[in-house]
């Protein structure tokens, strides 16, 4: 397993940016699927955004596709998720998940990843 650990988190108000940064114990997550999840009180947790082991072609979730942008080099440490027009429903408390067995067609998936952050929350306000 690896340590990850998230930053960036804060309070905002609606149609305000942030940015989150996970960084790893490893030098390199290369062949790491790296991936940002969050979850709200009272909801499961929800795919945000991805790269897969194989590179650093970017996969999302719908509800936040074309407002956030996940990024990184190869070495996916750190991987960032630059969060933009924010709105309240993207309250959550955001993880970042790391797995070196993770297949493509499984990064949505929480239970494929066996490395987790503690989290950073974000929490918008209207």
């Known amino acids: 397993q690896v340590q990850l650990v998230e930053s960036g988190g804060g309070s905002v108000q609606a149609g305000d940016s942030l940015r989150l940064s996970c960084g790893a114990s490893r030098r390199s997550l290369r062949d790491y699927a790296v991936a940002w999840f969050r979850q709200a009180p009272g909801k499961e947790r929800e795919f945000v955004a991805a790269f897969s082991r194989t590179g650093t072609t970017p996969y999302y979730g719908d509800s936040v596709k074309g407002r956030f942008t996940i990024s990184g080099d190869n070495g996916k440490n750190p991987v960032y998720l630059q969060m933009d027009v924010l709105r309240p429903e993207d309250t959550a408390r955001y993880y970042c998940?790391?797995?070196?067995?993770?297949?493509?067609?499984?990064?949505?998936?929480?239970?494929?990843?066996?490395?987790w952050g503690q989290g950073t929350q974000v929490t918008v306000s209207s």
């Open positions: 998940a790391a797995g070196n067995r993770v297949i493509t067609s499984n990064l949505m998936n929480q239970n494929a990843y066996d490395s």
